[in-house]
């Protein structure tokens, strides 16, 4: 298939779509003919612009907090409206905190969880209601669910159960035709991976042959959408450079 046709005539929300991955996604996609909405805390003209000039052919930003329940149905229902479909959703908004455990609180907690974990099952389960056969979800987790670094356990926690989340939807997903997998990207140029503390400090040495580009990440969630991935469903692949084999 002419990948440059692999999304034509479909319609992907990619939350966390104006920066970092989610930026990366949304012009992937777009440049295989998707219509993109960009699903975002802060929407702005420059990711917008930047969408449209990959070569989607509609853009729509929509200010979405994913741990707001009420703004991810708006998200949903504004995007049934304007294009009057849903094909793709890549759950890639994600929030990071840096503490000790003894120092995490439940507000932290609740704060990461909301974000990393329930934002995503607020938007499958919109997907599960709206998404005809042949939909395609893709869930950003990390490789911190598999193995992590000091001061993260909240983060390490909500991306494990997101990849828990990813085998339930899968297995809910088979009979309406939807497939659901996950990615685990490992370290990635984007403001996240430098501003990390533990990178800052050293205690995290990563080598630059182990730092991939957003665009990495998002040619494996391209795929993963696409019908060329119709016949994986559940799965959970690292995206990190061969990384986690490492540690």
Not at 94 to 120: C, E, N, T, Y
Not at 193 to 221: R, Y
Request: proline share 4%.
């Amino acid at each position: 298939m002419d990948a440059e046709k692999r999304f034509r005539g479909k319609v992907a929300i990619v939350t966390g779509g104006a920066s970092g991955i989610g930026l990366a996604t949304a012009k992937r996609l777009g440049a295989e003919s998707a219509s993109i909405v960009i699903a975002d805390l802060h929407p702005n003209d420059a990711a917008k612009d930047a969408v449209q000039k990959a070569g989607a052919p509609e853009v729509w930003a929509s200010a979405c907090d994913v741990a707001q329940e009420a703004q991810v149905e708006a998200t949903v229902a504004g995007a049934m409206e304007r294009y009057g479909r849903l094909d793709v959703i890549v759950n890639n908004a994600g929030l990071m905190i840096f503490k000790p455990i003894q120092d995490h609180s439940g507000a932290d907690w609740l704060r990461i969880l909301s974000v990393d974990l329930l934002g995503a099952f607020y938007f499958i389960r919109q997907a599960f209601r709206v998404m005809k056969t042949g939909g395609a979800i893709v869930n950003v987790s990390s490789v911190h669910a598999v193995e992590t670094t000091p001061l993260v356990a909240s983060y390490a926690a909500a991306k494990a159960a997101l990849l828990s989340l990813t085998r339930s939807a899968a297995l809910e997903g088979k009979p309406k035709g939807i497939r659901v997998n996950a990615i685990l990207p490992g370290a990635v140029d984007t403001p996240m991976l430098w501003n990390n503390p533990n990178v800052k400090s050293g205690q995290e040495t990563i080598s630059p042959a182990d730092v991939g580009k957003p665009e990495d990440v998002a040619a494996t969630i391209a795929y993963l959408a696409s019908d060329d991935a119709q016949f994986v469903q559940g799965a959970s692949i690292p995206v990190d450079g061969g990384r986690l084999s490492r540690l």
